[in-house]
Every structure is written in structure tokens, then in C-alpha cells.
């Protein structure tokens, strides 16, 4: 019988094996279903030439800096083991050297080989995230633009030098690891001990060894020579100092330093060299003694006694050539040298008539405020409440009537989280996987009741956008994989919209688009199962055949995996284009080194009050260049994504684009229907913005005194204590001077630590338009005192006719507040006209939104306040502001596409996913003053009155159908108060009916 005591060890040995096996299985099993998955991924949407390029890149730099790093330690550690002494000095031995030197001598080659093997599998992960790097350098295009310093083209920068300085920072790593290897062998073998370094350690057995260290450091130097080297043109993007780039000092001290360390090296390097004929430590040790001290003292002390005493005295005079090419070079590097500044002597006088010039501009001024009515969208639009908006909603143009008509929008997505589902995985993967429609409202009207006039929504959609399909698979709340497709014939299982049924049913759908990865077989249901963790999808029956697994859908996302090398647009808005959903993202090439041009902050300097940088630019991100170089668009229902090249000149897009060919599609090919919702990136806008704060001067004194700098102002709305910046708006604007008003994307700047508006800013927005992309300034005159935002946001909630407007909303036991919307500014009238729209949200209810109830105007120190954006100008233009805004009259101001309950589903007030709208036609009597008490500035109609009949009509069946409307509005008010919404619903669509029957027999 068999000792058991003699049977574990290989029991034992056996189970260790196994777990080996097995945890090197299972590494592969997650590495390999990682690149297969991806790679299905890129075919899926056809860029699989950025895959294929990135692994190939990545594969060969692992293996070519892997092997030389792994080659070089072991030809470095074997070299000095086979220069060991063959007789052992006992004398010199210690008790660890013995153990050390036995343990080597019997496991050598085998302690070589794993150690090269890590450091091997060290150098090439560290240049696997180099890929990028080289494939722009490979790839490189000329900016014919030259540094004033070296000559040399800005691509040398851009592109080789960052290249470059990791090659050479890689070999000097390898070297280092190499001798630092070869050093201990030859402590451990006994080639080297500490008297080794002099005469009476230098023996004819130990002489190998010396040379190796001796030409292995000497090989160090020359490549840290060349390290040293390039750092003369790291001097153009340092930041140190008064601004990035090179100074005086730099040019006439650090470049020339650079140039004689890197001799001082070369020459310590050759004296390494001759050591290895003549082994005598001394003579490298003082050579490096020296080349060290010589450093310090050439790096440190004296380039700042230059600055402290030369150029610090007589700062202005020694950097001004200095800041003339920082100056330059910032604003090619930021597209703010084609900016033009105008100046402006805007008037704050009021006349009536003052406005005439700009009847044009009149009618699109924008009323309904994005960042307000999200809430106002989602009770009125939402239809279930699994479905979500955007807080902040998005503005986009349509061409209705023949006109271009600014337009706020958003998409009605799905949100899991608030589905009043189990959260099974059935449910979460393969039911509820899309939302449903774009929902789209004037940006200039507003129904009589202060909702705003939609012109698409509704499930199914209907309005004046052209059919399209209205599903939407990939969006910005869609975070999840689901699993999609099923079988022809199959039961569809994906929850698509109300039936409009009294069982409070949804009908089914099934995907049919051509994105996704097909998941039919085997092989790729287990390598999405061991990607994402979850073996339902090798268990569950709703995986079959003709299933695909959508994952990757936020837009934002989805183009960053194609084009890893664009910086995005924090903000995709979304469009229907040629029958198609889809959300269109402006995408950026940018580098922080870009020659001599300042350096900035990017999520800073994108984030407001409305944006708080951008979720996929890592925190500290800087840039000192930046073009819009490509507009990206992704399809909302079959994740399509195609790249559009914008700027075609740019030398970052002509690199990536060779890079990956075939990846870009030509601007030439952007169809017109696209190109009409195309406009100036808002993220881009913001950076020139910042920057042209401090460089809209070429004067280099002005730039050094600082003395005009202009600064973005807090938005005195939702800035807060936080002091967020106010956004910039996109605005239909007539610009002083011109003829016709043009989109654009506006700004405003006030001086330092100032309040007074000193600036505005426009980039024109119209991509159809030859003038797109002009950057135009008003340079206000210095002896004007024009209110700022702050000032003017400040003089109107303490206007006498606003307050009292707004007393009913703001007093103590209301159930009402108003809400104050953004603060637009506009050159109209020959001055700066500030709007502003006030709305009111009921509080007491989880279903109350915001209504559009006042707009307020000012203008120099006059401030008006009307039902509408007309009477408010009147008010300020003593009367007459002398053109029209084109709003209808309240009676006629039901149009368009109207609030949509769940066509299933009664009102219930348990259901906030299901809120009624309130009356289209009047505001509630308990939230305005009475018409019988009119308020200066006012016009319009009070609250709970039917509006006169036009033209004074006395007819009495108009009269009676008009009372019966009133007497149905009380009742709606009523029942709205006591909580019946069914009752309150149907007295609504009662007076609507009423009004409509007055209409019809007035017109009769």
C-alpha cells in the first residue's frame, strides 16, 4: 500500500499545473473575445481598416520595442555572466555574493530568459499606446507654416518630434535596464567590487567586464546626447514662464545651453569609449563628475540670473519680438486671425420707429429657452413615462413655408430606469431597446397658454417634418447593449408604441436595420458572453439566428471608436435628414503642440452654465490648436456613422485621413439636405472665444500691459455662486450693416473685473451661406457705460413694471413661481437690445412645467414687459417700435402639432409619466392679474378670458359660443384645481371646440 505522504506532492503538482492551464485559458478567453468582438464591431460599421491599422501598429511595436528591450537586457546580463572570473577571489567573497553567484551559476540561462521575457513583455505594452504617434509621424503633412527660430515646419512638431523623444526615451530606458543587469552580474559574479573601480581592482580576469560597462555607458550618453538634443525644440511648447513659446531667454541662453550639453555628453560619451582600451575609472568618473555639475549650473543658475537681472528690468523691450511671434502664432493656431473687429457706437436712446431697419430680424428672434422647456417637453411630449428628454434641449433649422425657422428639439428616448417594469434581463436586453421620435417647436411662438407651438411630435410622429422612421436604437441615454432580431414570422418582443387601445397596450416591433453585430452563432454569443460577463446570452431563447446585439449607441461614443484621433463637440444635436433620424456632432483635430501658440485649459474653457466639459476629454486636457476638420453624423435607428471632411486643408485631417483611407468621405459629397442643419460648433466657438479674450490685439506692448482684456461674463441667470459663464446662444441676428439677418452663433464680453458689455461676438452659423465661419466683432467705445448681462438681468427683476407683473407668482403662499429664461443679446436698433422670456411652473404638483407667460425688453436704461415679445418692444419704443415680430394673435396661436397624453392611457395624477396640457388657448385665471386692472406694458388679454373677437364682431351666435368657451375654461380651472384631470380634459377639448365653431362662423 502506497505512503500518502508520498502521493500529494504530485497531486499537488498536478493541481498547480491545472490552475496554471487554466488561468492562461482564461486570459486568452478574455483577451481574444476582446479583439474578436471589437473587430465585429468595426465591420458592423464598415471602419474596419481603423482596427485592422491600430492592431497591425500596435502588434509591430510591441514586438519591435519588446524585442529590443528583451534582446538587449539579455544580450547585456549574458555577456557580462560569460565575463565572469572563472576562479572565485575568496578573499572578496561575502555570504550573499556566494548564494547569489551559486544561484545563478545553476539556473543562468533560465533566470536570463525570464527576466528578458518581462522586460521584453515591459517595453512592449509601454509602446502599445504609441500607435498613434507613429502612425502620425509616418503619415505626416506639411502646415506650410515655419517656426521663426529653427525654420522648421510646424509638422515637425506636431507630428515627429513627440515620436522621436519616445524612441529615444524608450532606447535610453533599454540601456539603462541593460547596464543596471549587467552591473549586478558582474557584482555577483565577483567581476566587480568597490575596488574594482580603481587601479588596484583592475585585474587582467576582470578586464571584460570593465569594457562592457565602459561601452554600454558610453552608448547611454550618445542617445541621452540626442535626448538632450531635441529638448532645444521642446522650448517652443514649454509653458513656463510669461507665455508658451519661446522668450528671451530661451532664445538666447537655454537653445545655446541645450547645444553645449549635448557636446559636453558626447564628449563624457567618448571618454567612456576610450575607457574600454584602458580601464581606469578615475578619468570617466571625473568626465561625468563634471558633465553633471555643468549641467546644473548651466541649467539652473544661470539662465536665471539672465532673467533676473537682464531681461526682468527691461521686460517689455527684451520679449517684445518674443510675444509678436507668440501672438501670431496663437492666432493662425486658433483661427482667430481672420477675425474682424469692428467699432460700434451704440446708442441708448430710444425713438419710436427705432426698429424698422430690422424688420426682418424681428420675426426670429428666439423665445422659447432650451435650457427651460425640457420639463415643459417631457410633460407635454412624453406619452409614457419610460421615455425621457434632455434637460437642456437642443436648437436646430428647418425650412417651413420656404423660410428657415429656428427650432428647439429633442428626442424622445428610452430610459430603463424609468420603466415600471421588473428588472429582468429579458426586459432590460431585448424589450425595451428604443425610443421613439423627434419632437420639434418653433423657436419664436408659443400658444396663448405659454406652451410652446410644436411642429412634429406625437407617437406615431406627425407634423411638417418629412416621413422618416422615427425609432431611435442609438442615442444619448442609450447606454446599454440589448439584443435585437428574431426569426421571419417570429412574435415581435420589443416595445414599440401605445395602440391607443383602452387596455393600455404597446404594440411590438422587431429591428430591422442594417446595424449591429450578428450574434447567430456560437462563437459569437460566447465572446460577447465572456466580454460583458452574462451567460444569458448562450442561455436565454430570445438569442437566436437572426438576433444582433446592438452595443457601443451613445453618438459621441460611437464616432470617438472610429476616430479615436477627433476631439468632439460635447453636445450632438439631433435632425431629420432625407427620412432619417440622425445626430449630427462637430468633431475637432487639435494638438498642444502646435509651435509657439498659447496653451489652454479645453474642458475649462468649453464649460458654462450649461456645459461642464466634455465627459470624453480627459480632466487638464490642453490644446494650443484647433480646427473643425470633420462633421460627423450617426443614424438614430442603425447606428450608420459617416465622417464628412469640413476643413480640407487642414494637415491633421490630410494625416488621418491617410492614416485610415477611405474613412473620410470628401466634403463635396454632403448632401444639401444635411448641409442646411450644419452650423458653427458651439465647443469651438467657446475656445476662440476664450482665446480672443486675451489675442485679439497684435500689438505686443498692449499684450504685455494687459490692459485690454476682455472676459466672458457670468450668466446672471443660472450662473450661480459657482460663476459659471454665460453659453454662447445660436440667434438669427441682423448684423449692423448688412442687408439681410443671418444664423449665427453670438457672444457677449465685458472688460476685467467689470460689468459694463464692452464686446459682441458672432460666428455665422449658416453652413449653406459663403460667409459661413466669418468671425465678426462690435468693439464698444470705451467712453460708453452699455450694461452687461449682470447689470441689465439686475435692472430687470427690479423693473417697477416687471415686479409688479410678476407679484402674483413671486408672493408668499403661491403655487406658482416665475423662471426666468436666458438673457439673449442682439445689435438691433443701433445699440445692443437685451430679451428675455419669463415663465411660470406651478409647484405644488409633480406634473407642473414651465409655461412661456412674459417677455421682457431693454434697451439702454429702458426696460418693457408684454404678454408678447411685441408689446414688450412697444413698451420700450415709446409705442411703436416701428416693425412687426410676426407673433399671431392669441386666438390664432393653437397651431401646429399639439400636446399628446398617452392616447391610451386617462390622465391619471398617480402617473407622471402622463400629464395633461394645459389650456392651449388661455393662461389660468389665478396666475395673472385681471384685465380689468391693466398693468403697464401689458397687452393682450387677462387669464381665463376667451380673446376678443377680431374687428369687434357683435354677431351673437359668435358671442354666445365665446361665453360658452369662458363658462368651459372656469370649469377646467376648477376641476384642474381639485385634482380631476379626466374632468379637466374634456372641458378643455369642449371650449376648444367652441372657439373653433366662433372661428368657422366668423369666417362664414
Known amino acids: 500500500m502506497s505512503d500518502p505522504t508520498t502521493a500529494r506532492p504530485p497531486r499537488l503538482r498536478a493541481l498547480k499545473i491545472s490552475l496554471g492551464v487554466f488561468a492562461v485559458l482564461a486570459v486568452a478567453a478574455i483577451i481574444s473575445s476582446r479583439i474578436l468582438t471589437d473587430l465585429w464591431w468595426f465591420q458592423s460599421v464598415d471602419f474596419s481598416v481603423v482596427f485592422s491599422t491600430l492592431l497591425v501598429t500596435q502588434g509591430l511595436l510591441f514586438l ?144 571584460g567586464a570593465h569594457r562592457q560597462m565602459s561601452v554600454l555607458l558610453g552608448i547611454s550618453l550618445i542617445v541621452f546626447a540626442g535626448y538632450t538634443f531635441l529638448g532645444r525644440y521642446q522650448l517652443l511648447t514649454s509653458s513656463g514662464g510669461l507665455f508658451t513659446g519661446v522668450k528671451y531667454t530661451d532664445h538666447t541662453v537655454r537653445m545655446p545651453i541645450q547645444l553645449v550639453l549635448t557636446g559636453i555628453v558626447v564628449v563624457v560619451a567618448l571618454v567612456c569609449f576610450y575607457n574600454a582600451w584602458r580601464p581606469k575609472w578615475s578619468l570617466p568618473g571625473v568626465a561625468l563628475t563634471l558633465m553633471l555639475v555643468s549641467s ?207 387596455d393600455r397596450t404597446e404594440a411590438r416591433y422587431t429591428y430591422r436595420g442594417q446595424g449591429g453585430v450578428p450574434i447567430g452563432n456560437l462563437l459569437k454569443r460566447a465572446a460577447f458572453a465572456i466580454r460583458f460577463g452574462d451567460i444569458n446570452l448562450l442561455l436565454s431563447s430570445r438569442v437566436n439566428e437572426e438576433s444582433k446585439l446592438l452595443h457601443n449607441r451613445v453618438p459621441l461614443e460611437r464616432v470617438q471608436e472610429v476616430a479615436p484621433w477627433l476631439t468632439l463637440d460635447s453636445d450632438p444635436y439631433p435632425s431629420v435628414v432625407d427620412g432619417k433620424l440622425v445626430w449630427i456632432i462637430d468633431a475637432f483635430t487639435t494638438t498642444d503642440q502646435f509651435p509657439n501658440s498659447a496653451a489652454i485649459d479645453y474642458n475649462q474653457a468649453i464649460s458654462d452654465s450649461r456645459t461642464r466639459g466634455n465627459l470624453l476629454t480627459e480632466p487638464g486636457s490642453r490644446v494650443n490648436y484647433i480646427r473643425n476638420s470633420v462633421k460627423a453624423v450617426v443614424d438614430a435607428y442603425d447606428g450608420t456613422v459617416k465622417l464628412y471632411a469640413w476643413d480640407e486643408e487642414d494637415p491633421i485631417l490630410k494625416t488621418w485621413s491617410d492614416a485610415f483611407p477611405g474613412t473620410i468621405t470628401p466634403k463635396a459629397e454632403i448632401p444639401a439636405s444635411l448641409l442646411s442643419h450644419l452650423r458653427y460648433p458651439a465647443d469651438l466657438f467657446k475656445v476662440q472665444r476664450e482665446v480672443l479674450g486675451r489675442y485679439h490685439t497684435t500689438s505686443s506692448d498692449t499684450w504685455y500691459q494687459q490692459s485690454d482684456i476682455w472676459e466672458v461674463p457670468n450668466d446672471p441667470v443660472r450662473g450661480g455662486q459657482n ?144 404678454d ?95 361665453n360658452d368657451a369662458q363658462s368651459l375654461f372656469e370649469q377646467a380651472d376648477k376641476s384642474l384645481r381639485e385634482g380631476d384631470l379626466a374632468a379637466y380634459q374634456q372641458h378643455i377639448r369642449s371650449a376648444k371646440a367652441k372657439i373653433e365653431q366662433a372661428v368657422t362662423a366668423m369666417d362664414g
Open 296 to 502: 546644473l549650473l548651466l541649467t539652473g543658475p544661470y539662465p536665471w540670473i539672465v532673467q533676473s537681472f537682464e531681461v526682468k528690468p527691461n521686460e517689455p523691450d527684451k520679449e517684445r519680438p518674443y510675444i509678436g511671434a507668440h501672438l501670431d502664432a496663437t492666432r493662425k493656431a486658433f483661427g482667430i486671425d481672420r477675425v474682424e473687429i469692428t467699432d460700434y457706437e451704440a446708442t441708448q436712446e430710444v425713438a419710436a420707429g427705432q426698429l424698422r431697419a430690422d424688420a426682418e430680424a424681428l420675426p426670429a428672434i428666439r423665445l422659447i429657452d432650451p435650457a427651460v422647456v425640457g420639463r415643459t417637453f417631457e410633460q407635454l411630449q412624453q406619452v409614457r413615462g419610460y421615455y425621457r428628454f434632455a434637460a437642456t434641449l437642443d436648437v436646430d433649422r428647418y425650412v417651413i413655408d420656404g423660410k428657415p425657422t429656428d427650432a428647439v428639439v429633442a428626442m424622445r428616448e428610452l430610459d430603463f430606469a424609468k420603466a415600471n417594469a421588473d428588472v429582468t434581463w429579458n426586459n432590460q436586453r431585448t424589450v425595451y431597446t428604443h425610443g421613439y421620435g423627434l419632437v420639434a417647436a418653433y423657436g419664436n411662438q408659443r400658444q396663448s397658454n405659454g406652451e410652446p407651438v410644436f411642429f412634429s411630435g406625437g407617437i406615431p410622429t406627425e407634423g411638417l417634418l418629412d416621413e422618416h422612421e422615427a425609432r431611435i436604437y442609438f442615442g444619448e441615454r442609450s447606454a446599454d447593449w440589448v439584443v435585437v432580431g428574431s426569426p421571419e414570422g417570429a412574435e415581435p418582443v420589443e416595445l414599440d408604441t401605445p395602440t391607443g387601445g383602452d
Open 64 to 207: 519591435v520595442f519588446g524585442s529590443l528591450m528583451g534582446v538587449a537586457f539579455y544580450v547585456s546580463t549574458a555577456l557580462a555572466y560569460r565575463l565572469r572570473p572563472k576562479v572565485r577571489r575568496a578573499n572578496l567573497d561575502t555570504a550573499f555574493l556566494i548564494k547569489g553567484r551559486d544561484a545563478l551559476d545553476a539556473k543562468s540561462k533560465v533566470l536570463g530568459l525570464g527576466l528578458a521575457a518581462f522586460f521584453a513583455l515591459f517595453g512592449g505594452l509601454s509602446a502599445l499606446g504609441q500607435a498613434p504617434v507613429f502612425l502620425a509621424a509616418w503619415n505626416a503633412k506639411s502646415f506650410g507654416q515655419r517656426d521663426p527660430y529653427y525654420g522648421l515646419d510646424a509638422s515637425f512638431y506636431v507630428f515627429h518630434l513627440p515620436w522621436w523623444r519616445f524612441v529615444l526615451g524608450f532606447f535610453l530606458a533599454s540601456l539603462v535596464i541593460a547596464t543596471i543587469g549587467a552591473l549586478v552580474v558582474h557584482f555577483t559574479t565577483g567581476a566587480f567590487t568597490v575596488k574594482a573601480f580603481s587601479n588596484a581592482g583592475n585585474t587582467k580576469k576582470t578586464i
Open 868 to 962: 408678447t415679445l411685441q408689446a414688450a418692444l412697444d413698451a420700450v419704443f415709446k409705442g411703436d417700435a416701428g416693425a412687426k415680430t410676426g407673433e399671431r394673435p392669441p386666438a390664432e396661436q393653437a397651431g401646429g402639432v399639439q400636446p399628446v397624453p398617452a392616447p391610451s392611457e386617462p390622465a391619471d395624477p398617480a402617473d407622471p409619466g402622463v400629464v395633461s396640457p394645459t389650456p392651449p388657448e388661455t393662461p389660468s385665471s389665478s396666475d395673472n392679474p385681471s384685465p380689468a386692472d391693466p398693468v403697464p406694458g401689458s397687452t393682450g388679454t387677462g387669464s381665463g378670458q376667451v380673446p376678443p373677437v377680431p374687428g369687434g364682431s357683435s354677431d351673437p351666435e359668435v358671442r354666445a359660443l365665446l
Open 723 to 866: 460663476k459659471q459663464k454665460e453659453p454662447p446662444y445660436f440667434l438669427t441676428i441682423r448684423w449692423p450693416g448688412d442687408e439681410k439677418p443671418h444664423y449665427a452663433n453670438t457672444s457677449i464680453f465685458v472688460p476685467r473685473e467689470r460689468e459694463n458689455l464692452s464686446v459682441y461676438m458672432s460666428a455665422n452659423a449658416d453652413a449653406t451661406s459663403p460667409d459661413y465661419g466669418r468671425l465678426r466683432v462690435l468693439k464698444l467705445s470705451d467712453k460708453q457705460q452699455i450694461p452687461g448681462p449682470g447689470q441689465a438681468y439686475n435692472a430687470i427683476r427690479t423693473d417697477e413694471s416687471v415686479a409688479e407683473r410678476l407679484l402674483p407668482f413671486n408672493r408668499e403662499g403661491s403655487d406658482t413661481e416665475a423662471v426666468f429664461g436666458n438673457l439673449l443679446t442682439l445689435p438691433l436698433g443701433g445699440g445692443l437690445l437685451y430679451v428675455q422670456p419669463i415663465y411660470t411652473v406651478t409647484k405644488s404638483t409633480s406634473g407642473g412645467y414651465p409655461a412661456l407667460r412674459f417677455v421682457v425688453v431693454r434697451f439702454g436704461e429702458n426696460v418693457g414687459i408684454g
